[in-house]
T-cell receptor
Framework: SQKIEQNSEALNIQEGKTATLTCNYT??????LQWYRQDPGRGPVFLLL?????KEKRKERLKVTFDTTLKQSLFHITASQPADSATYLC???????????FGSGTRLSIRP | DTAVSQTPKYLVTQMGNDKSIKCEQN?????MYWYKQDSKKFLKIMFS???????INETVPNRFSPKSPDKAHLNLHINSLELGDSAVYFC?????????????FGPGTRLTVT
């Protein structure tokens, strides 16, 4: 079965630095991979989607890469701010079952 | 306007009771979902509906019964509640069923079974 692993349960970095979060998956490569942000007590919020034929996608200070050879996606936040502190989830489509499966998330803390 | 809303936000009940959680979306989406997020924050799909039709039933005990009266609503009824049902339940919607479509989540319902 398809599995997703976000290899850091928690990540603490200094404000202004670039935060890099990792999402690894096993078995087949999905056509799309998504990243979400979740704040405490709230539902996840969609951030970015990247297709398998796209190496990189950017949105303001966010950048996502997708390496189908390594079966990995990296999520970068440049010039990080304390307001970026949250849990970040990666998600991918599971085969033709038309459902999304989520990783367990990485809790990011940006210290001033 | 709230895109995806759920009621109640908090639900505390005793084992053996039956309870319902309601979900409504005003985005005009065709697909709705129920997810369970446990204490370890792992978000797992339970059900998905497309145009009121059940598409995914993800090995959920049959004590859980979703109902979609129309495309904008997907309610979750739980019979004979157990301690292990304690979690946060999220409703979500998307324009399409496939992974190309981003999902919009509700604020969640924190269910505590005592």
């Amino acid at each position: 079965s398809q599995k997703i692993e976000q290899n850091s349960e928690a990540l603490n970095i200094q404000e202004g630095k670039t935060a890099t979060l990792t999402c690894n998956y096993t078995n087949y490569s999905p056509a799309y991979l998504q990243w979400y942000r979740q704040d405490p007590g709230r539902g996840p919020v969609f951030l970015l989607l990247i297709r398998e034929n796209e190496k990189e996608k950017r949105k303001e200070r966010l950048k996502v890469t997708f390496d189908t050879t390594l079966k990995q996606s990296l999520f970068h936040i440049t010039a990080s701010q304390p307001a970026d502190s949250a849990t970040y989830l990666c998600a991918l489509e599971y085969s033709s079952a038309s459902k999304i499966i989520f990783g367990s998330g990485t809790r990011l803390s940006i210290r001033p | 306007d709230t895109a995806v809303s759920q009621t109640p936000k908090y639900l505390v009940t005793q084992m053996g009771n039956d309870k319902s959680i309601k979900c409504e979306q005003n985005l005009g989406h065709d697909t709705m979902y129920w997810y369970k997020q446990d204490s370890k924050k792992f978000l797992k799909i339970m059900f998905s509906y497309n145009n009121k039709e059940l598409i995914i039933n993800e090995t959920v005990p049959n004590r859980f019964s979703p109902k979609s009266p129309d495309k904008a609503h997907l309610n979750l009824h739980i019979n004979s509640l157990e301690l292990g049902d304690s979690a946060v339940y999220f409703c979500a919607s998307s324009q399409e069923m496939r992974g190309l479509s981003e999902q919009y989540f509700g604020p969640g319902t924190r269910l505590t079974v005592t």
